[in-house]
C-alpha cells in the first residue's frame, strides 16, 4: 500500500515576515496518525526533540474526562509539520484552502507535537468513536525551530494556586483530581471570606490579594475536618460536600472563640503573630476536631446541640491559652525520646510538615492534660 494524502480544510494566517500558521481542525483519533512525539534524548552527544515523557495519570484524567458525558477541550493541539506538508487554497488570493498532510505507508509521520503529547496520548485511548480538535500548525525547517516553539509555548508561567482554587468551585464539569478533590473545601474557604464571619476578608486569594492567611492553609484545614474532624458529621459520603450550613456554623463559632481568647495576637500578619500563619491554622485546626470528639460524649443530653457554641468553644479555649506563645516567647514542646529538651522561639515555627505536626500534638496533648 502506497502513500496517501489527507486533506483537511484549514485557514492561513500570516504572521511576520514569511510566517504563516494554519487553523484547522482534526480528529483527535487521527492526530498520532499524522504526528508523532519528539522525545528529548541524547544521540552522540547531541540533543534530539524537546518532549518530557508521558505522564500516565495525567493522561488517564484527561481521558475520563474526554469520555464523560458533555467535554469541551477549546485549547489546541500544536503541530510542527516538516516540507512534506503543504497549503493549496481554493483560489490564488484566499487564505482558505486545504492543507495536505502525507500519509506515509512506512509509518514516518509529517508532523511533530510541539504542544498537546498528553490531549493526544489521551484522544488515542479514548472510548469515544471521534471528538474533534482544534489544531493550530506550522511549517517548520528544522529541529531547531521546532524546539524553540516547544520552549516558548511551554514556557509561561502556570496559573497561580491560589486562583485555580478560586475557580475550582465555580465549575460544572470533571476537574483534574487535585482541584476536584479542593471542590468543596475551596467552596467554604470562599464562603468565610467574603460572607460575615471572623475571617471575612482576612484569607488571601486571587481577588482578595490583600489578606493575611494563606488559602491553602485554610483549605488544607478544613480538608482534613471533612476527613476525619469535626465537619466529617455533616459530610455526605457519596458527594464529598454535604450540609455546608452547619458546617460554615460550626467554623465560624470556633475561629469566633479564637479571635476571642487569643485577641491580642489575631490582628497582626504571620511574620508578627503564628496565630493566622499557616502553622497555627492547621494546629488549631486539629484541636478543633479533637475538641469536636470530647462534644460527641455529651450526645444524648437534652440540651445538646449539635454545632458546639462560640461559648463552649472560648471556654475550651482557655485550657490552652496560657500555653500558647503565638507572638512573643518560647514554645516548649518537652524532651524527644533521647531526652532533649524542645524548644522553638515563637518565630522559628514554620509552615512545614514536622512543625505542624510538632505544635499540633503540643496543644492537643496540652489540652488533654488540662
Not at 506550522?138 to 486562583?163: C, G, W, Y
Not at 476536584?180 to 481577588?207: C, E, H, R, V, W
Request: charged share 25%.
Amino acid at each position: 500500500m502506497g502513500d496517501s494524502i489527507l486533506c483537511v480544510p484549514a485557514l492561513k494566517i500570516k504572521q511576520g515576515e514569511g510566517r504563516d500558521i494554519f487553523s484547522l481542525a482534526v480528529d483527535g483519533k487521527k492526530i498520532s496518525q499524522i504526528a508523532s512525539i519528539s522525545r528529548i534524548n541524547r544521540e552522540n552527544d547531541e540533543l534530539k526533540g524537546y518532549q518530557r515523557p508521558e505522564v500516565l495519570s495525567h493522561i488517564k484524567e484527561i481521558q475520563r474526562y474526554i469520555e464523560s458525558s458533555n467535554p469541551i477541550i477549546p485549547n489546541p493541539i500544536i503541530i510542527a509539520f516538516d516540507e512534506s506538508v503543504s497549503f493549496e487554497p481554493i483560489d490564488e488570493s484566499s487564505s482558505f484552502g486545504y492543507l495536505k498532510i502525507p500519509l506515509f505507508s512506512d509509518g514516518k509521520k509529517a508532523g511533530f507535537i510541539v504542544d498537546g503529547q498528553q490531549r493526544t496520548a489521551a484522544l488515542r485511548d479514548a472510548d469515544v468513536e471521534n471528538f474533534m480538535m482544534p489544531v493550530s500548525a506550522f511549517i517548520a525547517h528544522t529541529d531547531e525551530e521546532q524546539r524553540e516553539q516547544f520552549m516558548l509555548v511551554n514556557s509561561t508561567k502556570p496559573l497561580p494556586k491560589t486562583l485555580l482554587n478560586e475557580l475550582a468551585p465555580y465549575t460544572l464539569g470533571r476537574l483534574p483530581s487535585d482541584l476536584q478533590a479542593k471542590k468543596f473545601p475551596s467552596m467554604l474557604t470562599l464562603s468565610m471570606n467574603f460572607q460575615d464571619g471572623p475571617l471575612k476578608g482576612l484569607i488571601k486569594t486571587a481577588t482578595n490579594p490583600s489578606g493575611v492567611i494563606a488559602d491553602t492553609s485554610i483549605i488544607k484545614m478544613i480538608d482534613a475536618s471533612l476527613r476525619e474532624g469535626a465537619l466529617y458529621r455533616f459530610r455526605d459520603s457519596k458527594t464529598g460536600t454535604g450540609d455546608s450550613i452547619s458546617m460554615l456554623q460550626l467554623l465560624n463559632n470556633f475561629w469566633t472563640a479564637v479571635h476571642h481568647v487569643f485577641d491580642e495576637d489575631w490582628n497582626k500578619k504571620p511574620r508578627y503573630s503564628r496565630l493566622l500563619h499557616g502553622v497555627g491554622i492547621m494546629s488549631l485546626g486539629s484541636l478543633m476536631d479533637h475538641i469536636d470528639a470530647q462534644h460527641m460524649l455529651f450526645e444524648n443530653l437534652e440540651d445538646w446541640n449539635p454545632i458546639p457554641t462560640v461559648e463552649f468553644y472560648i471556654e475550651e479555649l482557655k485550657f490552652i491559652k496560657d500555653k500558647c506563645h503565638w507572638s512573643s516567647g518560647a514554645w516548649d514542646f518537652g524532651v524527644d525520646i533521647d531526652g532533649i529538651s524542645i524548644t522553638r522561639k515563637w518565630n522559628q515555627l514554620q509552615n512545614v510538615s514536622k512543625d505542624i505536626y510538632l505544635l499540633s500534638d503540643y496543644i492537643v496533648k496540652t489540652y488533654d492534660n488540662a
